[in-house]
């Protein structure tokens, strides 16, 4: 069975830091790319980062020059380091295998997704 866990959310001030964590199991190969993403109540799914397996990189433009995504592939497991923590940054975050998800809502019904983890910045 294939699963994403996810783990690292919680609750921090404005300016703080945490670092998330989504570690795959039961791919028969390698996952060829990840993303983050996140969803606050009352607003529409966010594409936060991606990273291919040879590291390709990609980010959000409000997560841009404050988060960092970086990947371990014989852990099989990314992670996402976020810094200058905003009030605006709560919400819950997903990782997902698939980079280009545009959807309103995450997760979908469809795909490879974690189980979501709270972040909430308190101002």
């Known amino acids: 069975e294939v699963q994403l866990v996810e783990s690292g959310g919680g609750v921090v001030q404005a300016g703080g830091s945490l670092r998330l964590s989504c570690t795959a199991s039961g791919f028969t190969s390698g996952v060829p790319g990840w993303g983050w993403y996140r969803q606050a109540p009352g607003n529409a799914c966010e594409f936060v980062s991606s990273?291919?397996?040879?590291?390709?990189?990609e980010y959000g433009h409000s997560v841009k020059g404050r988060f960092t995504i970086s990947l371990n592939n014989a852990k099989s497991t990314v992670y996402l380091q976020m810094n200058s923590l905003e009030p605006e940054d709560t919400a819950v975050y997903y990782c997902?295998?698939?980079?280009?998800?545009?959807?309103?809502?995450?997760?979908?019904?469809?795909?490879?997704w974690g189980q979501g983890t709270q972040v909430t910045v308190s101002s």
């Open positions: 990273i291919t397996s040879d590291g390709g990189i």
């Open positions: 997902s295998t698939d980079r280009l998800y545009m959807g309103d809502t995450c997760p979908p019904s469809f795909g490879y």
